[in-house]
């Protein structure tokens, strides 16, 4: 699935909600719908002007829908339908986010990218590492029972902002 306006992800994302993911500290499963609206406001709160990233945290979870298998597999999927629609910073972290974030057990794993199994040319960048950690701690957090997080139409101006951003980066390449 190739996602190919602001509104189809809009409705993919309300169709996260009632949907379960990981587990919540204690326990009891998260919806994806909320997960998603608090990793992004996390994200807000700790890189204001990154809206790209943000934008990553709200997307993260598409996977969950498209592709309800190990980690890797989902996030190879939610990167491959918010790509073209959002660009590779976007699809990269998501994709590298779920590549480093779960242990054989389940738990959370800190993706200090010490599995060569998983190496990615993506990185060497510092950055892309500095981000896709950042990504994760916010994944963490989200976890968390009545986190307020705002409502998903508070981000269809950022959603619109990022993709027309790499519709017309995607023009100039």
């Known amino acids: 699935m190739e996602l190919r306006s602001v509104e189809e992800l809009m409705d993919l994302l309300h ?11 204690g326990g009891a499963p998260v919806d994806l719908h909320e997960h998603a609206l608090q990793t992004a406001a996390l994200l807000r709160r700790s890189r204001p002007a990154d809206k790209e990233l943000q934008v990553a945290g709200l997307v ?7 592709r309800p ?19 590779e910073r976007v699809a990269s972290l998501v994709r590298l986010h779920g590549l480093h974030g779960e242990d054989r057990g389940g738990r959370a794993h800190d993706p200090a990218l010490d599995d060569p199994a998983l190496d990615d040319p993506a990185l060497d960048d510092d950055r892309v590492v500095e981000d896709v950690l950042l990504l994760r701690q916010a994944d963490e957090s989200a976890r968390t029972a009545g986190l307020e997080a705002g409502v998903l139409e508070d981000w269809r101006t950022v959603l619109e902002l990022v993709s027309s951003r790499h519709a017309r980066l995607g023009a100039v390449d």
């Open 69 to 87: 298998d190990g980690p890797a597999g989902r996030a190879r999927h939610a990167a491959g339908a918010v790509g073209p629609l959002l660009g």
């Open 15 to 25: 169709a996260c909600r009632g949907s379960r993911g990981g587990a919540c500290p």
């Open 60 to 66: 993260h979870v598409v996977g969950q829908l498209l």
